[in-house]
C-alpha cells in the first residue's frame, strides 16, 4: 500500500490545518489507519487513528479535543483536522496503517508532513 500525505504547513499558535492521507486502496483494509508524529529529539507517537473492526477513532490526550479524525472511503483517504495547535504540536506528522500508537506494529508509513506552529 501506498500512502501519501499532504496538507502540512505553518501556522501561528491557536490556528488550524487539516492533513490529509490518500490511500492507494481501501483505508478499510487494514487493523487500523490513522496518524503519528515526531517532534525533533523525541520518539514517534500515536496522534490519531480509526480502527476498523469497529470504527471508534483514538486520540493521544495531549490532543483531544483539538484534533479530529474523519476518513471518506469514496476517495480511499483519511484527514486530521487540527484546530488551536500550539507549538509543542510542531512535528512531522505520518500516515501509517495497523498500529494506533505503537511505531513498532506499523505496517506501512507514509512520507512526513512538516507542521510546524509558530507562538
Known amino acids: 500500500v501506498q500512502l501519501q500525505a499532504s496538507g502540512g504547513g505553518l501556522v501561528q499558535a491557536g490556528g488550524s490545518l487539516r492533513l490529509s492521507c490518500d490511500a492507494s486502496g481501501s483505508t478499510q483494509d487494514y487493523q487500523s489507519i490513522g496518524w503519528f508524529r515526531q517532534a525533533p529529539g523525541k520518539e514517534r507517537e500515536g496522534v490519531s487513528c480509526?480502527?476498523?473492526?469497529?470504527?471508534?477513532?483514538y486520540y493521544a490526550d495531549s490532543v483531544k479535543g483539538r484534533f479530529t479524525i474523519s476518513r471518506d472511503n469514496t476517495k480511499n483517504a483519511i484527514y486530521l483536522q487540527m484546530n488551536n495547535l500550539k507549538p509543542e504540536d510542531t512535528a512531522v506528522y505520518y500516515c501509517?496503517?495497523?498500529?494506533?500508537?505503537?511505531?513498532?506494529?506499523?505496517?506501512?508509513w507514509g512520507q512526513g508532513a512538516q507542521v510546524t506552529v509558530s507562538s
Open positions: 480509526i480502527v476498523n473492526i469497529n470504527d471508534n477513532s
Open positions: 501509517a496503517t495497523d498500529s494506533c500508537n505503537d511505531p513498532d506494529r506499523v505496517v506501512s
